[in-house]
């Protein structure tokens, strides 16, 4: 089957670290979405991109997180500086052309504690 | 503004019962709704999704949902629960243009 992949799994790292979190979408796919989630806020969607062109990244902190689509294959969301209260699990998720918004394949997640 | 709302966080079964998870919508245009079910450490599934055809929505895993716009309405359910189905289950819905908004989830324990 074919699936999301998302490295890492878990990363722990201290405040003030950079992280990135990589994706890799179905082939094929060409809508790619970043989740965050916690257990106080639940699922919050943190940006979208289609074709490679960013739609919606009004859910990202924009001082400290940026998302990016270097190609068709890779999605990357970085966090510089890390602070505690990013700790949390992070989807990425990739749906096929025509699918519109919703998100048809979900990642396993990156887990990340910031201490 | 749409918002989906599950009521109940956590809803406990005996195995072979009845599974009825809960979910209403708010939407100012007919809505797509779905279901998805997150088990321990992975990502989200889908379960199921009504997209306007048919109101009675047939899903995996013997799964069913029904939409009822009079009740704003789209509540989760399945004849007999086994100890399988225990999960995280999150009802969301896509109105108009708009990114899937997820409801805060349901947890489901199966009791033996």
């Known amino acids: 089957d074919a699936r999301v992949t998302q490295t890492p799994r878990h990363k722990v790292t201290e405040m003030g670290q950079e992280v990135t979190m990589r994706c890799q979408p179905i082939?094929?796919?060409?809508?790619v979405f970043w989740y965050r989630q916690t257990m106080m806020q639940g699922l919050e969607l943190l940006a979208y991109f289609r074709n490679r062109a960013p739609l919606d990244d009004s859910g990202m902190p924009k001082d400290r997180f940026s998302a990016e689509m270097p190609d068709a294959t890779l999605a990357t969301l970085k966090i510089q500086p890390s602070e505690p209260r990013d700790s949390a699990v992070y989807f990425c998720?990739?749906?096929?052309?025509?699918?519109?918004?919703?998100?048809?394949?979900f990642g396993d997640g990156t887990r990340l504690s910031i201490l | 503004a749409q918002s989906v709302t599950q009521l109940g966080s956590h809803v406990s079964v005996s195995e072979g019962a009845l599974v009825l998870l809960r979910c209403n919508y708010s939407?100012?245009?007919?809505?797509?709704l779905f279901w998805y079910v997150q088990y321990p450490n992975q990502g989200l599934q889908l379960l199921l999704k009504?997209?306007?055809?048919?109101?009675l929505v047939k899903g995996i895993n013997g799964f069913e949902a029904e939409f009822k716009k009079s009740e704003t309405s789209f509540h989760l359910t399945k004849p007999s629960a086994h100890m399988s189905d225990a999960a995280e289950y999150f009802c969301a819905l896509i109105s108009g243009n708009t990114p899937l908004v997820f409801g805060k989830g349901t947890r489901l324990s199966v009791i033996a």
């Open positions: 082939l094929g796919h060409n809508t």
């Open positions: 998720a990739s749906g096929p052309p025509r699918q519109g918004t919703q998100p048809q394949h």
């Open positions: 939407s100012s245009v007919p809505p797509y």
């Open positions: 009504y997209t306007s055809a048919a109101t």
